[in-house]
C-alpha cells in the first residue's frame, strides 16, 4: 500500500480497485495529482474523494460510495489502512481490513501499527 492511501479493492492483479484517501479532507485534485506523480493513477478504476461523500471516518460512506462504484458487495471488500479510525469504518461497513503501518521518512523507525 501506498502511504496516506487506502483501498476497497477488488483482489484483481494488476489494477487494485477503488481508492480513498487516507484522511477525508483530501480532495480529488489532491489524489489525482499524487496517484499521477507516483505514476499509479491508471491502476485504480475509480477514485472516492472527500466530496464525494458527507460523512468521514469512523463512518463508513467512503468505503460503502467505493463498493457500490466498483459493483461489489461490502463483505467482499479488503480495506488496506493506516489509521485506527480507517478501520474503524472499514469494519462498519462490513470489510475486512489490513492495517498498514505509517513510515516515519528519514528515519528507521514505524509509527505504532
Known amino acids: 500500500m501506498i502511504p496516506a492511501l487506502s483501498c476497497a479493492s477488488k483482489v484483481e492483479a494488476p489494477r487494485w480497485g477503488t481508492t480513498t484517501t487516507d484522511g477525508s479532507s483530501k480532495s480529488g485534485d489532491s489524489v489525482v495529482g499524487s496517484l499521477t506523480a507516483l505514476h499509479l ?8 474523494c472527500a466530496e464525494d461523500y458527507t460523512h468521514g471516518k469512523p463512518a463508513p460512506d467512503c468505503f460503502l460510495l467505493a463498493a457500490e462504484r466498483l459493483g461489489v458487495e461490502p463483505a ?6 493506516d489509521t485506527e479510525l480507517g478501520i ?19 528515519t528507521e523507525s514505524l509509527q505504532e501499527a
Request: charged residues 20%; aromatic residues 10%; glycine residues 6%.
Open 41 to 48: 493513477l491508471d491502476k485504480f478504476d475509480t477514485l472516492v
Open 76 to 81: 467482499s471488500c479488503l480495506v488496506f489502512e
Open 88 to 106: 474503524e469504518a472499514a469494519t462498519a461497513a462490513g470489510m475486512a481490513s489490513v492495517r498498514v503501518p505509517q513510515i516515519k521518512w528519514g
